[in-house]
């Protein structure tokens, strides 16, 4: 009778621990199946996130695209004659390469401003250009062309050479002659507002100014309003574009 009862007893038990190893099985198959399931809820809640992200940013692209491509018609309608730029170009007639008035404009008001501390570099007239930087920030700089040529020149041999650019030809940038093709200088914004703006040169390297021209002016002058909101325009493209290439 102890041996039968003992048996029953190891029956038993093995039974229940047979019936608890198959209850933990299932519970632990339930909690994989619900973390799978999990994950995946979370993974489409993700790309839903994503893809909405992107949809947006292509729509503001676009807008910004058709924004850019509508001031570029609505310059291009105006006419290169009838086009006012503000402010005198800085290299006008009667002044050095953005220096100090010549002696036409009367050799004593010449000497004068010499005396009150200008060098021949430096009394040019104000413009007001932009500016991109190869970190891809845009601003906007009023100061002479020469000070202007200095800050893209010293990117490289000190020198610049200036880019005629086609939509519209009443811009044109200055970029700075040789330097090094390293990835500090690298400019991609730029380089892509010049493709916008008709410019099949390049890739250039350091900061890239933009500036006004006129047909009766062959110095840099001022860019205008309009100018200057083509210019954010094309920028807010150009950062857009670059950072879908990185």
Known sequence: MASSGADE?????????AEFSASSQ???ERIRELMERTFLQREAARRMREDARRMLAEDEDG??????RFLQQRIASVGLEALELDGDPADSPG?????????NEGYEKYLEALRDGASPQDRGTPITYALVNPDGSLEFRTETARAMRDKVGSAGSGTVDRV????????????AELPPATAELANPVANEMLSLLGSCAGPFFGPIS???????QPGPGSLDDAHQDLLRAAHQVAQARSSDLQ
């Open 9 to 17: 007893r190891a029956e038993f038990s093995a039974s229940s621990q």
């Open 26 to 28: 299932e519970v632990r």
């Open 63 to 68: 807008q910004a695209l058709d924004t850019f």
């Open 95 to 103: 002044t050095t390469a953005g220096g100090a008035a010549m002696p």
């Open 164 to 175: 005629g650019l086609p939509d519209p030809p009443t811009v044109h940038a200055y970029v």
């Open 210 to 216: 933009f500036f006004g021209v006129h047909p009766d």
